[in-house]
């Protein structure tokens, strides 16, 4: 099973276009039925009507899938469940520090940063001072919950991810480093999971043995790996695929420019036209 998890935080733009044929393409190499996952954990951004749009901008460029589609806010109670087996380790801690916080005690240029350019979690002590991290302790308030990564990965042993080619083909077996993202976050203050969690747990639901995804998340993979370890879940292959840049050279969002698939339908673009020009 395949899978393709857009965020229903917008309309979908080209470079969804190509992770959906980038799907589309190993599912019929390999003969399997590719599914979809709104990842939806994000409720202040998450829209139904873009949800909607989704479904029908898949439908338009002609890409068939199998349901139920599975919408990651549904499953709250799974994250948490999965959160407690880690607290229950001890792998996991609250952590009060905000990101602004975290940047500001970062700002010296040499400052360690984690494969996304974040800088890393230092601890709150380092940040807010030992006294006030003790009060914000005390206090009650809503924290988030970091992955104890030095520990995680000691416990989880040398790590690989199995590669495979646009077709699914094995490539091999890539060694992964999830040390270089520090304690990452596994429940934000305001949502019982995060992007990392939740991931792991939906590829494990959804029995998804092949992640086709843009190569912006090629590093987040070693986080997957480590997860998927502590918690016990089958492991996919995985293939990045490239990524349609922006006029600023980064990756293409509406920030940038990226018009909608939407906005090139109303313009007269086909189906056909938009995999002409992916090269589908
Ligand atoms: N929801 C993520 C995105 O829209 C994709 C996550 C994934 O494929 O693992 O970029």
Redo the contacts with the bound molecule.
Sequence with gaps: ML?????PNGLLHLG?AL?IFANERMAQALALPLTVRI?DIDRSRARPEFEQAIVDDIAWLGVAWVGPMRRQADHFADYRAALRALKANGLVYPSFATRREIAEACREPGAPRDPDGAPLYAGDAAILGEAEAARRRASGQPAAWRLRMAEAAERAGPLTMACVDAQGCPLGALPVDPLAWGDVVLARKDTPTS?HLA?VMD?AAQSITH?V??E??LA?TAVHRVLQTLLGLPAPAYHHHRLILGEDGRKLSKSNGAKSLAALRADGMSAADIRRQLGY
């Design positions: 899978r393709f998890a857009p965020s969804h992770s990842e992007y991931v590829d992640v995804r843009g912006d998340l987040a």
